[in-house]
């Protein structure tokens, strides 16, 4: 039977521990799904403010009356009636009369025009109204028209030209008094725009007029300068009788030169009846040179009948083309005031404005769903970034 004999260690080798085992690592303890903090966070960003803003709306919010107004502004011709419906349509788009009375309802001339028909400041500070709503009656004019914003809303439909007008008031009497007064504001608002075009057409034609006419008087002026240079009521007629009086000449010239070839058929040039003959056709010579220089004179300077035959021909036609003027701004005048006789535009009512029976304001209900569903979007907005910062922390 064989014995085990242990073998010595080596030199050194109890000097060494002995090895251990690596420690195992301690479990991490079970992620726990923050529960507590979910309901906490809804709580407090989605079920207290929707119950305080419902509690609000249910308790606070005081009704608001509406009154609703239509109306076009529709120009005064008659010629627009017969176009057919989708080019009245397009004309009704392109109504820039009807985009100023809206954005004039929304600016301070118009609460000031409103104002002068109804106690805009008592209205909309009625002691019906909530604190978040009323107006103080002694706030600025920038504040009233904040408030004014709020309860007066005009739009403008390109697709119909129809101006749509929601007036909102504590009160039905309030609400209908001040839509009334809107009414009335714009129709001011529409006939003092029609009444500036009409005086702006009219004065137009009379600065056409005041020119055309002064263009008139100068080309007459003109006229009248150039005769009295001249010394010459019309260089045509006086070119006229003078060509008539050269052909006259002309004719006897060729006459007496017929009669001086005859006689010196049988007379000498000595005798006194050639020798008369003679001086005669020298003498009707001189007065043609005479007349021909009176008409046409190449001599630079030389004032003939052909230059200021020119010269007057232009001034008269300035005359003609001044007389012609005149008349035409004349004419214009009196269709500018033909037009300005009658109304440009007018505003025509296409729903009047009606006492209400009912509170359409606050929407008490949508408001609160609205509330709700912008918290609870709030809410998993917020929930899934604070996952998302978790993950990436861990």
Do not use: C
């Amino acid at each position: 039977m064989l014995e085990t004999v242990a073998r010595p260690a080596p030199a050194g080798d109890f000097m060494r521990e002995p090895r251990r085992a690596p420690a195992a690592r301690p479990a991490p303890p079970p992620v726990r799904k923050p529960r507590h903090g979910m309901l906490l966070g809804f709580l407090l960003l989605v079920v207290l403010p929707t119950l305080a803003f419902g509690g609000w709306q249910l308790r606070g919010a005081a009704d608001q009356f509406a009154v609703e107004l239509r109306f076009v502004v529709r120009p005064a011709d008659p010629s627009r009636a017969a176009l057919p419906a989708g080019m009245l349509a397009g004309a009704a788009a392109g109504n820039t009369d009807a985009y100023a009375v809206v954005q004039h309802l929304q600016s301070r001339d118009g609460i000031l025009a409103v104002a002068r028909h109804a106690d805009v400041r008592g209205i909309l500070g009625h002691e019906a109204a909530d604190w978040l709503a009323r107006l103080d009656p002694a706030a600025p004019l920038e504040t009233a028209l904040r408030a004014w914003r709020r309860q007066v809303q005009a739009y403008y439909d390109r697709a119909s030209g129809i101006v749509s007008v929601e007036v909102r008031a504590f009160t039905p009497a309030d609400a209908l008094a001040l839509a009334l007064a809107v009414e009335t504001a714009s129709e001011e608002l529409v006939n003092a725009m029609s009444a500036r075009s009409r005086a702006e057409l009219v004065a137009a034609a009379v600065r056409d007029v005041d020119q055309a006419e002064g263009r008139f008087a100068a080309a007459r002026a003109a006229v009248q300068t150039f005769r009295d240079g001249r010394q010459v009521v019309d260089p045509r007629r006086n070119a006229q009788a003078y060509s008539e009086h050269l052909v006259r000449l002309q004719s006897e010239l060729i006459a007496m030169r017929a009669q001086l070839a005859n006689l010196r058929r049988v007379m000498s040039d000595s005798t006194t009846q050639v020798m008369q003959l003679l001086g005669n056709i020298r003498g009707t010579e001189d007065q043609i040179a005479a007349v021909q220089a009176q008409l046409t004179d190449s001599a630079p300077g030389a004032a003939t009948l052909t230059h200021s035959i020119g010269g007057f021909e232009a001034v008269e036609t300035e005359v003609i083309f001044a007389q012609r003027a005149y008349e035409a701004a004349m004419a214009a005048l009196e269709r500018a005031r033909g037009e300005a006789s009658r109304q440009q535009v007018y505003l025509a009512p296409v729903v009047r404005p009606v006492a209400p029976e009912h509170a359409l304001y606050p929407m008490r209900l949508a408001n609160t769903g609205t509330v709700l569903a912008a918290t609870l979007l709030a809410w998993f907005v917020g929930l899934v970034a604070l996952r998302a910062l978790r993950e990436h922390l861990a």
